[in-house]
């Protein structure tokens, strides 16, 4: 399969996991109560769908966790057996019922600035996300394309990156050595030795 086909694989799926995600957001806004803060409730998750506030970019939560990993919790929805097989530093693993339900609670009553919601795809995390809507929980975000699209753009080393000039490659090579060491564990004290 060629690089057109694939792109395009996965603006369908993106496509199809976006709308299953608003049309949750539709189902769960008129199955409560008609009363108005339910309608501004149902009408502010659309807003925040429609406008990306829902989600973050892989090079956002990059800058993110270089910038201030510890203002930013991100919680992994997968399956513990693909959890330990590779995960982001410091993420938890928490399945979507765990999540909205205690385990979630005692999260964000620590008050997170940031949470960030991911798995291999955006579906899961987003029918999440729009659960923790509708407990009103505040500063939750999805990955957008998931840790397969954050290894995709973020891992790979800017002078292979797809369309990257020899400036473009530079600029951001120091941020990817700094993401690299991080995703690591390491240092870039700890690489020279």
Known sequence: MNDEHKDLGKQIVAI???LVVIIAAVAL???QPTSGAATSDATAWLQQIESGGDHIEPHELASELLRTPRDVVVVDLRPAAEFAGWHLPGA???TV???CGAAGAALFATQPRLVVLCSDGPAHPGQAWLELQRQGQAGVKVLAGGLTEFKARMLTPPSLREGASEA????ASADYLRLRDLLRGTTPDQ???
Not at 168 to 171: G, L, S, T, W, Y
């Open 16 to 18: 199809t996991a976006m």
């Open 29 to 31: 806004g008129t199955s």
């Open 92 to 94: 938890l693993n928490l």
């Open 97 to 99: 019922p765990d999540l």
């Open 168 to 171: 473009v490659a530079m600029a």
């Open 191 to 193: 690489n020279s030795k």
